[in-house]
């Protein structure tokens, strides 16, 4: 389905929508509140622009550092060029651990790769141990924002599912109550699994370290708790230097939930003694979007979820509706990349108010490469209304005796019709507004009268 049909599904519980809209706008305000107490905070995000501009022109020289510096610390670093291999690397590893079952700690790579799904045709039991995301695994939805994946639910609907899943007390919708039975239920999978998963935030080239953000701890307590941690990197990820990490995890919190500082920042650099780290460092259509001079800066994302929070689109229809695995304005010019055909209608899922690009804490121009997709995707798969309607447009702009015959014309007619044709099923621009009333004179008419 495309994203305006899927939206219509999402809006047809105006109630939930207008929660949602007003939800993801508090995240906004708080973010907005808390850079404003940063002074240099544009210089910031200045520098975080330039570090990763630095980045993706040096990609391959900077991976191959972290590679081996990763390698010295003895950390096993494998390669996939895409999901399908990144998976299997996964299932080598487990498979060679005799492992039945394994914790994850949030990662969108996962889900790009469709890890889960992949795993359990294998038998191999995955728990995701971030709140949120084991309350859409439990509804077998996937996450429908990336910092916030459950945003869509209320409290009452997790009371339910709760109720059903971990048995605790019915209508009780306390969020201590719910987050504590979450807890127990986490803290029996976490004691029984061998490996532990994880994504991760940065790699540093310099010192073959990497660095994953939790606010619940959850990475760190799965990767203490195992024999073998994976973890698995876009390899966009990379950061130069040690030191470039102070710009970027002042940005992080700040942008993604209005926090100072994320609760858990860990560092991992080499395994403990019998423990074995392995990182596999995924392209999956990462170089190819590298390769489009227009579209190769989205690859300085950080996945802080800003523009979601801020899209007037996202606010008001929702995740679901962009069916991609990142949603919003930074995913309707990510997934384009993977699949110009299937995501052609996310790319018009903007205002092109730019309010994405100005939140980016790395400063993507998000709405202008919006536009260059819309481009792209008319040039490739034509639209063979709008195409019609905007040479007939030309041609009335074009003739000053062409604008005012249709001008008078038009007054007439949408006087005299009745609604059902002019709101006729082929006005999809009439589904959800209404035409002004139509002026009784034009504007050269009520100049000559007024001012000559
Ligand atoms: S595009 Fe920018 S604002 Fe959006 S998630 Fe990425 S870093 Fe955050």
Redesign the pocket.
Known sequence: MSHPENATEFLKDQAKAKWHDETLWFVRDKRDRISKTIPEWEQLRELASQIKDNVLANLGSYLEDFERNAQKNGIIVHWAEDGEEHNRIVLEILQKQNCKAIVKSKSILTEECHLNPYLEKYGIEVVDTDLGERIVQFLNQPPSH?VLPAIHLKKGEISELFHEKLHTEKGNEDPTYLTQAARIHLREKFLGAKVAITGVNFGIAETGEFVVCTNEGNADMGVHLADVHIACMGIEKILPRRKDLGVFLRLLAR?ATGQPVTNYNSHFRSPSPGKEIHIILVDNGRTAQLAREKFKNSLK???????MNTCPIYRRSGGFSYGSTVPG??GSILSPGLDMKKYSTLPFASTLCGS?SD????K?N?HEQLYEWRQEITKTHGEFGKGLSMKLASGIFNSPLAYKISGSLMRSALKALPDSLIYHPLNTWGKSRNLPETPKETFQQWYQKNRS
């Open positions: 990336i942008s994302c950080i996945r802080c979820g800003a523009c304005p930074i994405c939140v980016c804490p790395v993507i998000i």
